[in-house]
Structures are given as structure tokens and as C-alpha cells.
């Protein structure tokens, strides 16, 4: 009897959790309506299907609320009402694909996807198109196939405009680098594009000599580790360029367990560029211990993914079909005044 | 044959510290910076986070049973506790606390439903690791937090030459070891690893046993989780992320066999030290980027190789003997 009452209360418990962790993926709408109408009348209503492969950052977040904000916008400057149907695959291939047939089932205008697979989202491509439905991709491009426009973000001019600033800040400072490389995942599209960009600059500009990559997989501890390696093999390294200023907090403290952590201005500072202006990123640069990041522009590819989607959902054509958003160099000097940052809206940081 | 059969005893034993010394003399002589007792340290105190949390692993892995949710069950509590350490700014000692019953809790559920409701512990983790993850970023909400500054001082506090992670992480392998050794709960764990059904004949509770080895391999989840995020200063979406391959690899490589009842605590010394040396030379010598997957890949695929042929070759013995 007792054995009984514990296997319920477990399998209760089980539920509960199982229950809460599923409200992550499960479908999600908003917007004025919430059921997709099957024949939107002479296009005063439409609805966006938006299928996320995972909801695994604070980015996505920002992702999702821009996208809102943008279509709220929309919505009183055409006088249409946008209806959204949104879920998530958790990182899983399969989940996705039969994520976005659900869209297509449900008789929405237009699907925006990030693709957990860059080939994979093709099949779902493929069946929209045969259901007469655009297809956008989002953030990730389509491998093998030509989807019907894709927006993002161009992650090589990302790391050649930081590239530059940092070029211009260390000869105007009358430094030659030598830097230390802290790559993203391997696997990563815009991580080896960030890292192709990087060295672009470097060979035309001669600003900077990288001498050690460390492929850091965006793990925490070899941000760290590699960072103090770096320093241990290469003691007149004085620069350092960071895949992603997400890390910055882990880079900062391996810079301080070594003595190596000092502001601009300061005897002994390691010149710092890096990418996207995360959170973490946005505090080492109002700080000023981070010199320049390039924007990873949440707000920006928002605005151009649901500008893009109501225009194919009017039935009307794209003057560009894949839309790069370039992102914006953000220094220590400009931090303050740069507006749209989603790490300053989504971060906790007070000066 | 005698003579053949010791030797590959000795080799399958003793061949890791071998291998070890020869990876630590190559890449000393490649770059001198790599033969400093700062970079020991230093790679002590960057690994002494991972081998808090993967400790009660080792003791999953001794019954026999398997726990892939060990990285997601330190996001978990370390989500729970930034939540209230910055957004309700509840008292430090208090939070702490907290992250360790969390992580507690979370490996005591793991234990129940392989016990109780007789789930395979691979499916059972493997479930739980995703449904724990998902749950830790509702709580956090899958950014970046930084910890109060109380804490995150703590990160370069020495204890003698060696940081406090490090001095810490030491004395809870010891600590292990003697529980394994010493303790009737010890000698319980291995014979359940070893055969479980000779262990519930002879007496040993077995559901108990193991729901216990789960209990204490979500304490050391929650507890590493407070050092982790202490090293980095901020509590992070990527945080036990690839744990649940990479722990189970440490174990493995530390001798731990993955079928249960054989190996050493103090193995996870050597498991650890294995697989970020060769991370740690190949950062000072500044290879290709390319290549460290394929070395990781590589010391895995080996591991697991040598714990297969262990195995294969006791099992050979037992028959002939």
C-alpha cells in the first residue's frame, strides 16, 4: 500500500515536471487572435508561423519581444492585424520539421524558422513551398536550397568592422599587437566567419599579429583556460580578440587571476575587440575594460525579418532576398549612446 | 601465457601513467611555459569546478548505473540560486543552501524513478537531463547573470600555493575515497556494482544503495555549481553543458569501469588531470584549432577502448580460473 502511495506521489511529481518543462516547447501565441483563420479576408488580418529550434538564450528572448514590438508597429502603420503562431523544437531536427507542418496544417501566411540544421530545414522548405507558403530563415541559413528570403546577421563584415575600429584604436594608440584568438565552435557557421573576418583585417591592416587560437567550443572553462594559457606561453601578448563578449566575465576574471586586468588608459591594459555586445560585453564596455565589440542587433534583425515576412505575406516581392544586418562598432567611448542594444534592455547591469 | 597475462594486466593498469608522463614530456619540451608549477596550479584551479560536480558521478557509475544529468541538475540549482541571489536578494548562506537541496532533490527524483519505477537509468537521465536544463531556464531565463560581488571575489582566494576550488575539490576526492573504502556504505556500493543480485541476497538494500549514489551525485552537481559560477564571476546558460559525455569519459579514463563495482575514487584524479592536460599543452604550443576535437574525440574513443578490454580480459580470467 505504502509502495503504491510513493509510486503515485512519483509519478505525480514526474507529470508536475515534465508538465513545466514542456511549456518551454509547447506552442505559443500572441497577438489579437489566436486561432488561424483558414482564408485571412483580402489580407486585412495575416498570421506568422515562427518556429524556434531552440529558446536557449536570453537573445532569443529579445528575438521574440522585438518581433512583437515590430508587428504591434506594423499593425497601425497598414492597418492589418499579424497573428502568430509560434513553437519551439528544443534542439531536436525532427521536432522542428514536424513543427513546421503543424504551421503549414494550420494555414499560416508565412514561416519564419531558425534552423536547428542549416540542411535539414530544406524538407521544411520544400513542403511550404508545395503549400504555397514563403519560407524565411532566421538568424541561420539554409544549406542546399534557396529559401524564399533569409535574415540575419553578417557575421564576417561583423568581425571586419571590429576588426577595423580596433585597427584604427591601436595605431592610434601607437601599439603593435599581439593578439590571442578565442574562436567559437568549429561548427559554427558565424563563429569560423567571425575568425575568416578577423584575419582579413590583420593581412591588409598589419595592426596586430594573432599569435595562438584557442577553439574555445563558447565552453566557459576554456575561456578562461585559454586565456591564461595564452598569457603563460606568450608573455608579451597585449591584445586579445573574443568570439563573443558573452564570455567577457569569464575572460575578466582569468585576466585578474593573472594581473593582467586594467582599464583603458591604464598601465598594463590588454586592448580587448570582440563580438555582439551581450550582456556580459555591455558591462566590460561601460566599464572600459572591453575597447570594441560590433552589435549582434536583435532589435535590427527583428525589424527586417517581420518587414520581410508581411511584405511575402501580402503576396508582393522582395527587392532583396537575403537581408545581412551589419551591426554597428561599439566602443567604450560610444557605449552610452548607442541605442537599440538588447544587452542594456535585457540585462541587469546599473552604472 | 602467465607471463602474457600479467603484462597486460600491468599494461591495462598502469598504461594511462604512462601515456600521461609521455603527453607531460612532449609538451614540455615543445613549450617550455607548459613545465611551470603556475600552469599546474592554474590548471588545477580551472578543473577543481568539473571534478566537484562529476565526484558523486563516479559513484553512480560504481553501482553499475549511468547519470547523464549531472551538468543539467548544477544548471538547475545554480538557476535556482542566482534567482535568488539577484533577483530576491536572499541572504548568501541561505541561497547556498538552497542550491545544494535543489541538486539534491533533483538526484534523489533520478533515483526513485530507476528504483521505484524501474526506468533504465540511461533513459531516466537522459529524460531528466533535458526536462532539469528546460526547468533552469525558465527559472534563469538563459542569460547571462553576474553574481553578487560577495561570492564572485571569491575566485582568486588561495590556500597555500593552490586556490580554494582546488584545495577543496582535493579534499572531497579524499573524502570519496574513504567513504569507498572505509564505510559500510562503500563496501555496499561496490558489491551492488559488481552483482547485484549476489548484493540483495546477501543482504544489501539495493534500491537504497543506489537511490543514495543518485542523492549524493546531484549534492556534488549543486555544490561544484557555487565554484563554477564563483571561477567565472557569472551564472551562464552554457553552464554543465557536454558534462554528461565528458564526466562520464573522466570517470573512465580514471578507471572507473562503466559496468559497475570496480575502481578507485582517487582515479578521478588522474581522469581529470588527462583530459585537460592535453587541452592545456595544446593551448601553449598553439596548434591548428582543428585539431583539438579530434584529440578529445581521440583520448575518449580510447578510454572507453581500454575499460571494454578490461573487462573482456577479467571476464576471461574469472572463467579460466
Known sequence: MRKNRIKIFTGLLIFVLVFVACTTAAAETFGADETVSEEPTAKSEITIGLSWNRKDLQLIEAWEDYMALHAKALEDEKGVTINWVINVADGDVTRQASNIEDLISQGVDVIIARAEDGAAICASYNAAKEAGIPFITFDREAQGCTVDAHVGADSFNQAVSAGEAFADLLEANGVKGKCIELLGDLRDQNAVNRSEGWAKVEAERGAWETVLQVPTEYNPDIFISGTKNGFASNPDVNCMFIVTDAGWGLVQNALDEIGKLAKTGEEGHIWIASQDVDIPGYQGLMEGYMDVSTSYDAYYHALEVVKAAYTLAMGESLENNIILVPGRVVTSENVRDTTDLWARDYGDYQE | ?321
Open chain 2, 1 to 321: 601465457m602467465k607471463n602474457t597475462n600479467i603484462l597486460i594486466n600491468r599494461l591495462l593498469k598502469y598504461g594511462l601513467y604512462f601515456a600521461l608522463l609521455i603527453i607531460i614530456v612532449f609538451f614540455a619540451y615543445i613549450a617550455p611555459s607548459f613545465i611551470t608549477a603556475n600552469n599546474f596550479i592554474d590548471m588545477l584551479h580551472t578543473l577543481a569546478p568539473n571534478l566537484i560536480m562529476i565526484s558523486g558521478l563516479a559513484f553512480v557509475v560504481l553501482t553499475g548505473a549511468i547519470d547523464f544529468s549531472v551538468g543539467s541538475i548544477a544548471f538547475l540549482a545554480a538557476s535556482i540560486g542566482t534567482y535568488l541571489m539577484v533577483v530576491q536578494k536572499v541572504p548568501l548562506i541561505i541561497t547556498l543552501s538552497v542550491i545544494v537541496l535543489s541538486a539534491m532533490i533533483a538526484g534523489f527524483l533520478n533515483g526513485i524513478i530507476v528504483e521505484v519505477i524501474k526506468v533504465n537509468p540511461l533513459i531516466t537521465t537522459f529524460g531528466t537531463m533535458l526536462a532539469y536544463r528546460g526547468l533552469g531556464y525558465m527559472i534563469g531565463g538563459a542569460k547571462y547573470t553576474p553574481i553578487p560581488e560577495s561570492l564572485a571575489q571569491l575566485h582568486n582566494v588561495k590556500i597555500g600555493f593552490l586556490y580554494m576550488d582546488t584545495a577543496v575539490a582535493i579534499l572531497i576526492v579524499v573524502i570519496l575515497y574513504l567513504i569507498q573504502y572505509r564505510t559500510v556504505f562503500g563496501r555496499h556500493l561496490m558489491a551492488v556494482g559488481n552483482d547485484r543480485e549476489n548484493a540483495r541476497k546477501l543482504g544489501v538494500k539495493t534500491s537504497s544503495i543506489s537511490i543514495r549514489a543518485f542523492v549524493i551525485s546531484g549534492f556534488f552537481a549543486g555544490f561544484g555549481s557555487i565554484f563554477y559560477m564563483i571561477q567565472g564571476g557569472y551564472m551562464t546558460p552554457r553552464m554543465g553543458q557536454g558534462l554528461e559525455f565528458t564526466g562520464i569519459a573522466i570517470v573512465v579514463i580514471g578507471g572507473i569501469s562503466l559496468f559497475g563495482g570496480e575502481g578507485s575514487i582517487l582515479g578521478l584524479l588522474t581522469g581529470i588531470f588527462t583530459f585537460y592536460i592535453v587541452e592545456n599543452g595544446l593551448q601553449h604550443i598553439g596548434v591548428s584549432p582543428y585539431i583539438y576535437p579530434f584529440l578529445r574525440g581521440g583520448i575518449i574513443f580510447l578510454a572507453m577502448y581500454a575499460d571494454s578490454l578490461k573487462t573482456k580480459f577479467h571476464s576471461l580470467r574469472k572463467v579460466r580460473t
